[in-house]
C-alpha cells in the first residue's frame, strides 16, 4: 500500500477487504489536533492533475470538519465541538466575573442556607469530560518529553491548558495519570519553591546586615569601654598618690 501526500491531503490504495469494500484509491485528510481522519474515495480523473482540495474539502465540510484553513488545518468534529464547548465555558466564566456584586443585605434578613461559602470554596474545578481527557493526552503527546525530561521548551500545563481553553488542573490530572504523580508539569511548579528560596535568601540578607550593625556597635562599645577602663586606672592612681600625700 503505498501513500503520497500533497498539501495536506494523502492518496492511498487499499485493496478489498469484503464484498461490501471493494478497496481502491482513497484521499485522507487528518485532524489538526488529534488523530481523527476524514477517508473519501478518491474520483476517477483523466489526465490532468486533480485539484485535490477541490475534490476533498466540500465532502469534509458536509461530514462536519472546519475546511476553512485548508486541509493541513483541518479540524475535526470531534475537536470542534469540544472547542465551542470549551469556548462557551470560557464566556460563562466571563459572564459570571463579569456579574455585579449584589449589595450586602442585612444579616437578620439572609437566611442560613444562603450564607456564601468561604472564596476558596467557591469555585471547584469542572469535571473533566472523556474527550477532553483525550485531547489533552494526545496534546501532551506532542509536547511533553518523558516523566523525567518534563516538558519540551516553552511548554507548561498552563500553556497546554491555554491552547486547548480547558482548565489546567485538568492538564495535571491527565499528565499525574500518563506520566506519575512526580512528572513536573513545567516553571510554575517551581514557582512555590521559588518564592520560599526567596524568602530564606530576603532572610539571610538581613540577619547578615544585622549582624553586622551588631559587629559596628560593639566596635563602638569595646572602644568606650577601653577608655572607661583607662579612666578608671588613672583616677586609681590619682587616687593612691592622693592617700599617700594625705596618709
Ligand atoms: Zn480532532
Not at 488529534?34 to 483523466?46: H, K, S, V
Not at 472546519?66 to 493541513?72: E, F, K, P, T
Not at 518534563?150 to 500518563?178: F, H, I, M, N
Request: hydrophobic fraction near 40%; glycine fraction near 8%; charged fraction near 30%.
Amino acid at each position: 500500500m503505498s501513500e503520497i501526500d500533497q498539501d495536506g491531503i494523502t492518496t492511498f490504495t487499499r485493496r478489498p477487504t469484503s464484498a461490501d469494500d471493494p478497496g481502491g484509491t482513497f484521499r485522507r485528510i487528518t485532524c489538526r489536533c488529534c488523530p481523527n481522519a476524514f477517508e473519501m474515495r478518491a474520483r476517477r480523473f483523466m489526465g490532468r492533475v486533480p485539484d485535490l482540495e477541490g475534490e476533498v474539502l466540500p465532502e469534509a465540510k458536509k461530514a462536519g470538519w472546519d475546511v476553512l484553513h485548508g486541509a493541513r488545518k483541518a479540524v475535526c468534529p470531534r475537536c470542534l465541538s469540544l472547542q465551542s464547548k470549551a469556548k462557551a465555558r470560557k464566556e460563562a466564566k466571563i459572564m459570571v466575573a463579569k456579574m455585579p456584586t449584589p449589595m450586602p443585605r442585612a444579616p437578620q434578613a439572609e437566611p442560613a442556607a444562603l450564607k456564601a461559602v468561604p472564596a476558596g470554596k467557591a469555585e471547584a474545578p469542572p469535571a473533566m469530560d472523556i474527550d477532553a481527557a483525550f485531547l489533552i493526552r494526545d496534546k501532551l503527546g506532542e509536547v511533553y518529553l518523558d516523566a523525567q525530561r518534563g516538558y519540551g521548551e516553552g511548554w507548561t500545563d498552563k500553556r497546554v491548558a491555554e491552547s486547548l481553553t480547558v482548565p489546567r488542573d485538568w492538564v495535571r490530572q491527565v499528565r499525574c495519570k500518563v506520566y506519575g504523580a512526580g512528572s513536573a508539569g513545567g516553571a510554575e511548579d517551581f514557582a512555590p519553591v521559588l518564592a520560599e528560596a526567596r524568602a530564606a535568601l530576603a532572610a539571610a540578607k538581613d540577619l547578615t546586615e544585622q549582624g553586622l550593625k551588631v559587629q559596628q556597635e560593639m566596635a563602638v562599645f569595646d572602644r568606650a569601654r577601653g577608655e572607661v577602663l583607662a579612666q578608671v586606672g588613672r583616677l586609681e592612681r590619682r587616687l593612691a598618690d592622693i592617700e599617700k600625700a594625705v596618709g
